[in-house]
Nanobody
Framework: QVQLVESGGGLVQAGGSLRLSCAASGRTFSTNVMGWFRQAPGKEREFVAAINWSGGGTTYGDSSRGRFTISVDNAKSTIYLQMNVLKPDDTAVYYC?????????????????WGQGTQVTVSL
């Protein structure tokens, strides 16, 4: 099992930026892909971005492409999500997740381990 701890959420005005972090520990050797998802009240969990643990490949959801950047620091076993030009629609709980698959899946079912989530609130 992989333990994941997110941080960096908070309240920001529209147009601002935030950087989320996700520190991984435990059986990280069994993880090949790390992802970010988000869930707003009353909505389904939505894919945001994913990255190979080696940093060799990334993919983004339609709502995050062009504004968000996912990256990895292998030495720290940590992934990041840099979010720019934030909008009120980006308000949600953001979750970090780990997948044993070598494919950059965008569906939650392919991710086995999840963090507790960090709240991001974007105000007008």
């Amino acid at each position: 099992q992989v333990q994941l701890v997110e941080s960096g959420g908070g309240l920001v005005q529209a147009g601002g930026s935030l950087r989320l972090s996700c520190a991984a520990s435990g059986r990280t050797f069994s993880t090949n892909v790390m992802g970010w998802f988000r869930q707003a009240p009353g909505k389904e969990r939505e894919f945001v971005a994913a990255i190979n643990w080696s940093g060799g490949g990334t993919t983004y959801g339609d709502s995050s492409r062009g504004r968000f950047t996912i990256s990895v620091d292998n030495a720290k076993s940590t992934i990041y999500l840099q979010m720019n030009v934030l909008k009120p629609d980006d308000t949600a709980v953001y979750y970090c997740a780990a997948s044993p698959w070598r494919i950059l899946f965008t569906t939650p079912e392919k991710y086995d381990d999840w963090g507790q989530g960090t709240q991001v609130t974007v105000s007008l």
